[in-house]
């Protein structure tokens, strides 16, 4: 199969993807605190959702985990 995705290996892109992620990033922020009213509760939402997010990615490496034990213990109970 043909991989479109390759490895960054120039300077000037890499520059460009981060200066592309924050440009996201401040538009992303000023479309919260338009919705919001003000910066005091756009930061309580910010907090929240990053705790969300932490608390999300946790239970997602616990199921990985937890299937990645049920394969191991398949494949050596087959050896």
Same mark, same amino acid.
Do not use: C, P
């Given at each position: 199969?043909?991989?479109?995705? =390759? ?10 993807? =981060? %200066?592309?992620?924050? =440009? ?7 479309? #919260? ?7 005091? #509760? ?6 929240? #959702? ?6 999300? *990615?946790?239970?997602?490496? %616990? ?14 109970? *087959?050896?």
């Amino acid at each position: 199969m043909l991989s479109i995705m =390759v490895d960054l290996n120039s300077k000037r892109l890499i520059y460009l993807k =981060v %200066f592309l992620f924050l =440009v996201i990033l401040l538009f992303a922020k000023g479309l #919260i605190i338009a919705q919001a009213g003000s910066w005091q #509760i756009s930061l309580l939402l910010q907090y929240q #959702i990053s705790k969300k997010q932490k608390q999300l *990615t946790h239970r997602i490496d %616990f199921i990985y985990l937890k299937l990645l034990i049920e394969l191991l213990l398949r494949t050596r109970g *087959t050896q």
